[in-house]
């Protein structure tokens, strides 16, 4: 298992290109499933999640291929309908594939994602509006089995919003018999992005990136060519460096529509954000202010970026408030940050995070993806040296993060 060492307190300095969304690249390339022939995905990051959906959809019979950032998927050989335990518990966003193939194939067979580290993380609003759409959903032996003759058109509410809840449903309609409403959809921009693949697919879609989504059913769709949108979530953590560590950090490629949230409360730091068209100059300030923050479904502040922001909250200059109320474990990541000076109190799913002069050095160990990019960027920050173990977390949603820092000044290095 590698490790990535880093000498802290060095200044960032100069730019660094931001990749493909990996959380778009999922569904999207799932989205072959529902046509037959060759579609083109351009911009698509190199990172383990992305290996892995892709030997899935192999193994359901689809063909890919696969050069530098650009991926070919033709479905047309579709005749696989089960996807299995080994490959599923690797993955949990596997389960996308559960909608297209019961669309597709009639039927599906797909391993029940376990739990993860931040939270038990169930799939009941997934095969509850697949039972709503006419599918017989039975779970047994750790698999779920949903068939269907034909989908029919359903009003579907999401008690609570799901960013793949909503994806799954919409790839299983835009084939249905009839007209579905999705309420309380998600309107994460990855959710917006496999909206508008679909409908450049032929799919009718109406409303997405809104609370309600009306999506009329179609016989067939077509194959396309698409480039992936940028990563949010790698921008915000290069932004969050920036501020962490005083530096002058320009993120190009990124979408700063995406991150309105994130931008608004980096400036109630203190820190300087002059944006662009697709790009932003991100500059930290000398005194770091504390902000509180409540993570919440888009537009709201990301869950996906709280571990970031809960670093440089450690070294501010006061007593921020950190409330999670996305997951229900997803402060895996406080034990390891105090180990390195921070001083961190939780009670729930609230941390109370009084500001330090400074974070020391530590040896760390990563637990989950975006728990792993918090440690590295407190390793950036940190008196001394940090060693961050288990980075194949890490691997799952950054690429190249190691070159991307040094190449920005970082003293940072991967150890086999
Ligand atoms: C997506 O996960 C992202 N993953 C996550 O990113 C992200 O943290 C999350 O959305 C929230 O924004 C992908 O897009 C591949 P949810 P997802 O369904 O879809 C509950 C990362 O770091 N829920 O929106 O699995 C659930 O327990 C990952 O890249 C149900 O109760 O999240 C959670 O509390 C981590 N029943 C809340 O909804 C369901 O059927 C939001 O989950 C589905 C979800």
Redesign the pocket.
Known sequence: MDTIVIEGQHDLKGSVHIGGA??AA??ILVSSLLSDGWNTYTNVPDLKDIQSIIALLNQLGAQTEVEQDCVGINASGLNVFEAPYDLVRKM??SILVLGPLVARLKKARVSLPGGCA??????????KGLKQLGATIELEHGYVEASADRLRGADIYF???????TENLMMAAVLADGVTVLRNA?R?P?VVALAEVLTQMGAQIEGAGTAVMTIKGVSSLSPVTVKIIPDR?ETGTFMVAAALTGGDITILDCEPEHLGAVVHKLQSTGTTIDIQDQSMRVRGSGEIKSVDIKTL??PGF???MQAQFMVLMSIASGTSVISET???NRFIHVSELRRMGADITVSGNTATVRGVGKLSGAPVMAT???ASASLILAGLAAEGTTAVSRVYHLDR?YEKIEDKFSHLGAAIKRVK
């Not at 931040?118 to 095969?127: F, K, M």
């Not at 008690?159 to 809840?165: E, I, M, P």
Request: cysteine-free; overall charge negative; charged content about 25%.
């Open positions: 990996k959380n999922l569904p949990r966003a931040i939270g038990a993380r169930p799939i009941n609003l997934h095969l008690d609570v919003v799901s960013v793949t809840g998600a994460e990855e979530i479904a888009y990301p869950t996906d996305i997951f229900e989950d993806l975006r949603g």
